[in-house]
């Protein structure tokens, strides 16, 4: 069972918010997810790997550390700032 | 019109790009207000650029397969210079700075973007009700859903607002809105098509797919999108297809009992089960058993959530999107995620926060990372390539289109509906959903979807037995 105070926990965790109506909502809906997914336990796992990917044989995969950026990006990039001062990212003091 | 209908047609000058554009771009400004299936259309883009198509025709240029074709584009896949807002009201105003890397090869191809389609947000639904943008409607019936999350892409194609689509598919989201509106629908290989500038859901699952109209326009689109892309490290080189370009064909067909068992639509069943029959003819038809797809959606739905939460982070109205104000740089995270990204998307963010969390880890997430393991290792015995079967069959979801608003208070109700299209995901296989027939319910005749399911990267298999079940 999720408590109330591990919702408002997980939200700060997450960064969200969620109002009234929502929370209430969403502390039923996270327990029958949970009790339902708790179904898992029967499965018998012993001695099985955790599988970490879906295809065999992949490896790492690097590429050069070179400019491959097309011409203009940096623009479409700094445009979608929501808030700038001439091509300077703006946000709230983190300290 | 298919695909090849099409490209016939343009080679013969009996129509031409400009034309096929403006007759899906008119069916589309009628049908939308209805339908609700695209965001928005580019309809100024798509007349010029199926005027370039025209004028390469006409200075004597041989037209490619693609050349011409109108697409309708899934909104979570980036057109450079476009909107690209996944339904979320947070990306409402976002312009993608750059292609998709299937963008760049349907471009490439001549391909002609009519417009993006809605979706549920972030791809997270069953249902396209999950829309910043509204609901999409099933074609065959407005007051019943297109399935999802592809819905918008879905509807396209089936109410000809489109010759084909893109959409994603992390847990049936292709295949399940294909089955639901009547058109063909391909889940490839993970790994087969690039991801790059696909707006990540659950990135060790998405895969981006087409939907059509024939299961021979889904394999002309699927052969052009497929291969590497430097920009998604996941994709394999196109030469694991060419080396497969004579494979064996297809004998033996298996039947999953797990995917005949409680939940499923009776009338489904027997659609199914005269499928079966009828391919008799053509093929050795033998039961099998996949016997952990009972532990395949609880799995999905930690593993989801956990990729989910982490995907989702970047999504903080600081670099793009929209930002809330607030006093501190704390609350404006907050705030900007919780009045900009739905519900169902705040509900698996706080889902996967959970389990990924200090203490759960081990009961949660790696638990589930086994029991994927138990998944794919049913279907690698299934296909073994000497006792084993082909192709999988069986249906595409339990049940037919659902009313809307019938269970979108009920997350997991609306989960089931993708059932039989997740353990796909989990073991990282293609599958097809192929239109057979259709049942009658509520005075309208809805599509049922046939679900095929082939070993890693032998889609042209799936192309095969799909191609036999259109003309059964």
């Not at chain 1, 336990?41 to 995969?61: F, G, R």
């Not at chain 2, 609901?135 to 859903?145: A, I, L, S």
């Not at chain 2, 052969?223 to 297809?250: E, R, W, Y």
């Not at chain 2, 027997?270 to 058993?289: G, Q, W």
Request: net charge negative; with cysteine; glycine share 8%.
């Amino acid at each position: 069972m999720i408590s109330k105070d591990d919702i408002e926990h997980l939200k700060d965790l997450a960064r969200t918010e969620f109002g009234e109506h929502e929370t209430r909502v969403l502390a039923k809906d996270l327990n029958s997810i949970l009790e339902y997914v708790a179904t898992l336990q029967q499965a018998d796992v012993s001695n099985v790997p955790e599988m970490t990917y879906a295809l065999k044989d992949v490896k790492n995969i690097t590429r050069p550390d070179e400019d491959i950026c097309e011409e203009g990006i940096s623009k479409s990039i700094t445009d979608a700032f929501p808030q700038k001062e001439r091509d300077y990212l703006k946000v709230k003091a983190v300290l | 019109m298919t695909i090849v209908e099409f490209h016939n047609a343009l080679k013969n000058k009996t129509i031409s790009a400009r034309a096929a554009t403006s007759l899906y771009l008119d069916a589309a400004k009628k049908e939308n207000k209805k339908l609700n299936a695209y965001l928005e259309l580019f309809e100024e883009d798509a007349m010029g650029r199926a005027k370039e198509i025209d004028n390469r025709i006409a200075s004597g240029e041989e037209p490619g397969i693609l050349w011409g074709v109108p697409f309708a584009i899934k909104d979570n896949i980036l057109i450079s210079g476009k909107i690209a807002s996944a339904a979320s009201r947070i990306l409402k105003n976002y312009v993608a700075s750059y292609d998709a890397g299937v963008i760049k090869k349907l471009k490439a191809a001549g391909a002609i973007f009519l417009g993006r389609t809605n979706m549920d947000e972030f791809a997270m639904g069953s249902s396209t009700e999950n829309s910043a943008y509204g609901p999409t409607r099933n074609p065959h019936n407005n007051e019943y859903v297109p399935g999802g999350s592809s819905g918008g892409s879905a509807v396209a194609v089936a109410a000809n607002l489109a010759m084909a689509a893109l959409g994603s598919d992390t847990g049936g989201s292709i295949r399940q809105p294909a089955a639901f509106c009547g058109a063909v629908g391909l889940k490839p290989t993970y790994g087969a098509v690039s991801r790059s500038g696909l707006i990540a859901m659950a990135s060790s699952l998405d895969q981006i797919g087409p939907l059509a109209q024939s299961v021979e326009d889904a394999e002309i689109i699927f052969n052009i999108i497929k291969g590497n892309d430097q920009l998604d490290s996941t994709s394999v080189d196109s030469d694991i297809f060419s080396l497969k370009t004579a494979p064996q064909p297809v004998r033996v067909i298996g039947v999953p009992k797990e995917y005949f068992s409680e939940g499923l639509d009776s009338r489904i069943n027997n659609t199914i089960k005269s499928v079966i029959k009828k391919l008799e003819k053509h093929y050795t038809i033998r039961e099998i058993s996949l016997p952990n797809t009972k532990h395949a959606l609880p799995c999905y739905y930690i593993i989801v959530p956990a990729e989910v939460s982490s995907n989702m982070a970047r999504f903080d109205g600081i670099r793009y999107g929209e930002r809330a104000d607030a006093d501190n740089i704390f609350d404006v995270y907050k705030r900007s995620r919780g009045e900009g990204i739905g519900l169902e998307v705040r509900r698996r963010i706080l889902l996967g926060t959970y389990v990924l969390s200090h203490g759960y880890y081990d009961a949660y997430y790696a638990r589930a990372q086994k029991v994927r393991h138990l998944i794919k290792e049913d279907f690698k015995k299934a296909f073994d390539p000497k006792t084993g079967v082909d192709v999988i069959l069986g249906p595409t979801s339990p049940t037919l289109p659902f009313k809307i608003g019938e269970k979108s208070e009920d997350p997991l109700a609306m989960y089931l509906s993708d059932i039989y299209t997740i353990p796909v995901n989990l073991a990282g296989i293609p599958a097809l959903s192929v239109p057979y027939g259709t049942v009658l319910e509520d005075g309208t005749n809805f599509p049922i979807g046939v679900q095929l399911m082939a070993p890693h990267f032998e889609e042209k298999q799936l192309f095969d037995v799909g191609k036999q079940i259109e003309v059964l």
